[in-house]
Structures are given as C-alpha cells and as structure tokens.
C-alpha cells in the first residue's frame, strides 16, 4: 500500500508497536502492511494490535511449520514449540497414516502433519465451536474432516483401533496459573483451550484413558507438557498401558511425551 511506504508513516508505525511493547515491531509493521487493504484497515490493525490482541488474531493467520495457518480472533494460536510435537509424530507415521488431532484449535497440528506425510487420513475435534469454524478453513481444505464435541466423543466409531498418530496439545496451564500468563493469551484465548484443571493434567488424564481404545497396534498419542509436569504425564501414559518415553527439544523449549500401544 503506496501510503505507508514513506519512512515517516513506516516509523511511526513501528514507534507506536514499539511503545506498546512488541518486541519484534519492525517485523510486525511489514506483516501489517502487508496484510491491510486500505489506510483505515491498517489503522484498525494498528489499533487492535497496540490494545493488545495478538498479531495473529489481527493479520488473520500464523506461520507454523512453514505454513500459512488461518487463525480466528479469540482461537488458540499455534506456538512454535509445538513444531516439535509435529516433528515428533512425523518420525513415527507409517507410509499410510490415519492422524487424530485432538484438541485441535486452528487444526495447524494436523495440517502440518499431514503436510509432511506421503499419504494420510485427518479428523480434527475441539469442543470449542469457534476453533471449529477455524479448523474447517484450514482442515477441510486438504481432504480432511472436522468435528465438534467432547474428545473423542464426535469421533466416527469406525475409527476406533485404526488411529495411528494421535496427537493431543491438551490445555495443560493448571487453572491458578492463568492468572500469570501473558495478557496476549490470557484475555485474548478461549480459557478452555487453556485450563488444564488443577495440576495441569486433568484432560491429559481423559485422552490417556481413551486412547487405548482407539489407537491400531503399535499406534502413538503425543502430547505436549511442560518440563515440569512431563515425569507426571508419562505416569499417566504408564498407568493406561502405553509404553512411554519423553522428547525434549531446549532449542523451542518445548516437551512432548509419547506413548505407544
């Protein structure tokens, strides 16, 4: 947009980013830019983003494994880290791969997954309807399907004992912590994409119970945790008959623990 290309609009973007705290302001000012249609949009953006919403909830997508993920306001937005989960499950598809993405939010898990499969089958749940509307924009695009409901509860029977991968970036913050999060997810994110109860892990519990159920031999479910909480989640994975072990990547300061049926 020829407006915005003047050094002095583009500084005082980046100065009014800048004072509102965003760290990274020069990059936001092109990504906005960039995004806008008119000068008006992008004084909404600006706006919007100087208030505190997330640069992906006001640009309309993230960038997660490499790829364009569409990301609705108040829906969870894919963190970095969590590319290693993605990473993690890829080492462990077959040639032919039915993938479950629990707790889906945006469906980016899945998506990415399945983009760095030969061939697979996606389902993506979340119980939140407007993850689900943002699911279907980035799920059903690529062949796959998207359900709203409980867990595994909306889940086609048929799927039970043929899920391959099954990855689940359950909420695991536990409640009181909330409170400590940054404001961007703490007021701008649905809380139950959050809340993982009073230590973390109570939907960690429910997904380790089922999971069994519905995973084929020698299947996976992946789960990113903390490092903190992760010897408790792979106790968790034990108790419900899976073989378990954790992956630690310093580098995103990221955690996944993995069991196998």
Not at 34 to 61: D, K, N, Q
Not at 245 to 255: F, H, M, N, P, S
């Amino acid at each position: 947009m020829n407006i915005t290309k003047s050094p002095l609009n583009y500084t005082a973007i980046v100065n009014r980013l800048r004072a509102a705290g965003c760290v990274f302001a020069e990059d936001e000012a092109d990504l906005l830019i960039s995004t806008c249609g008119t000068p008006a949009e992008l004084a909404a953006m600006i706006e919007s983003r100087v208030a505190g919403s997330p640069l992906e909830h006001v640009i309309g997508w993230a960038e997660f494994c490499g790829l364009r993920i569409a990301v609705d306001s108040g829906v969870f937005v894919p963190r970095h880290r969590t590319e290693f989960l993605v990473r993690q499950a890829a080492d462990l598809a077959r040639s032919s791969t039915t993938v479950v993405d629990m707790c889906c939010g945006s469906g980016a898990l899945g998506v990415a997954l399945v983009a760095a499969l030969d061939w697979s089958e996606l389902h993506a749940v979340d119980i939140d309807p407007a993850a689900v509307r943002c699911a279907r924009r980035n799920v059903t695009g690529i062949g796959g399907y998207v359900y709203e409901g409980d867990l595994f509860e909306p889940l086609p029977p048929r799927l039970q004992g043929r899920v391959d991968i099954l990855i689940a970036n359950t909420p695991y913050v536990p409640t009181e912590s909330i409170k400590l999060l940054p404001q961007e997810a703490r007021i701008h994110e649905a809380r139950v994409a959050l809340d993982g109860g009073a230590d973390g892990l109570d939907i960690q519990r429910r997904v380790a119970s089922a999971a069994p159920h519905w995973l084929a031999p020698g299947g996976h479910l992946l789960v990113e945790t903390s490092e903190r909480q992760a010897p408790h989640t792979a106790e968790i994975f034990a108790q419900n008959g899976l073989i378990t072990r954790v992956a630690r990547c310093d580098e995103l300061d990221a955690t996944v623990v993995i069991g196998r049926k």
